[in-house]
């Protein structure tokens, strides 16, 4: 819950990426953790989303600081204007 919390804060673009996969990882332990057949069919649904969508996100991020030159949130917040296909 405190890595959620602390996500909301970050400026740093690939640090937000980061802390949401320690934040997936914690969901998936709370999920082992109950012994149970549903958690571990919920571990391995997150743990297939997560490294398809966090290479994908970090890749974004590498691309947008190639363009920009930087990967602070605040400086970049227009992107969605500029590549429209990005955001989806």
Partial sequence: MIIRIYCLFQIDIKSLIAYSSVSHMGIALR???????????????IIIGHGLCSSGLFCLSNLIYERFYTRNIFIIKGINLIFPNLTL
Avoid at 31 to 45: A, K, V
Wanted: net charge neutral; charged share 0%; proline share 0%.
């Fill in 31 to 45: 999920g082992c953790l109950t012994f149970y057949l549903y958690g571990s069919y919920g571990i391995l649904i």
